[in-house]
């Protein structure tokens, strides 16, 4: 049997991803030697110079350099909060898709409220967290004007309509509009307007009434939240879960029940 060394190369950092973890590559010949294979890879992976990585696995000298470890933004104790969907989940129809026509049409029919929109991976444990925070806001405030849409996007290797449809579950309300999102259109168009690199996942928007998408990318929302390494430190979810709900009652003009 053959087994190319590129494909060697992956195999760990394919299987460290799937368990959200961090991957960092490297190698005496620079970062942008693994430029394809960052891309093929994903987000959670990047390329660094040898000084620079910290060093779990090393291959022979010929080959290059990469490790892999818990490296997350969130502390351990909120990552667990995130829910498990109920038994019998496992036979569920694939979630609905939507594109994004879908999504513009959606947001700006519920211009006169509150809304919240949130785009996710349905098997990466900080997004199911924070999908987890998501469910408390809107028990918290059952107000008619508040609106929550939710797009599920492919962004670790588990993730499908079916699984996605499993962990909607675990969040469930009937102010939420929800979908599947295959090619990423959507997370594209949000990463423009944020200014994220590639495609935007694991992030939290809330916009106050009267605000509408009428340009190509949807618009700067009033605040948002999220769960991503190299962004503003001060918007970490996992590290202020309750500030979502802050500013959602603010715009509301509404204070969370104690």
Not at 18 to 28: A, E, Q, Y
Not at 142 to 162: F, G, H, N, Y
Request: aromatic share 6%; glycine share 6%; with cysteine.
């Amino acid at each position: 049997m053959e087994i190319r060394a590129d494909d060697l190369v992956q195999a760990f950092p394919k299987k460290a991803l799937t368990v959200d973890h961090k991957v960092k590559l490297s190698s005496g010949r620079g970062p942008e030697n693994f430029r394809d294979i960052v891309n093929r890879l994903g987000p959670g992976t990047m390329a660094t110079t040898n000084q620079e990585a910290t060093l779990l696995v090393s291959l022979s000298t010929r080959w290059p350099r990469f490790s892999y470890g818990a490296e997350t933004c969130c502390p351990r104790t909120v990552v667990s909060q995130a829910q498990e969907p109920p038994a019998g989940a496992s036979t569920l129809e694939p979630m609905s898709s939507l594109n994004a026509d879908l999504v513009r049409q959606a947001f700006n029919a519920s211009s006169d409220k509150v809304r919240i929109v949130v785009l996710l991976s349905p098997t990466c444990l900080h997004c199911r967290s924070g999908h987890g925070v998501v469910g408390e806001v809107l028990k918290k405030f059952s107000s008619s004007k508040l609106q929550a849409t939710l797009i599920w996007e492919p962004m670790r290797e588990r993730d499908s309509p079916v699984s996605a449809a499993r962990q909607a579950l675990t969040v469930q309300d009937a102010r939420i509009s929800q979908g599947w999102n295959e090619n990423k259109e959507v997370g594209k168009l949000f990463a423009e307007t944020l200014k994220l690199h590639d495609i935007a996942w694991d992030v939290y928007l809330a916009y106050e009434p009267g605000i509408k998408w009428k340009g190509p990318w949807p618009p700067s929302p009033t605040f948002w939240m999220h769960q991503l390494e190299g962004v503003n430190p001060d918007l970490l979810l996992c590290k202020n879960p309750t500030r979502l709900e802050v500013e959602v009652g603010k715009l509301l003009h509404e204070r969370a029940p104690a």
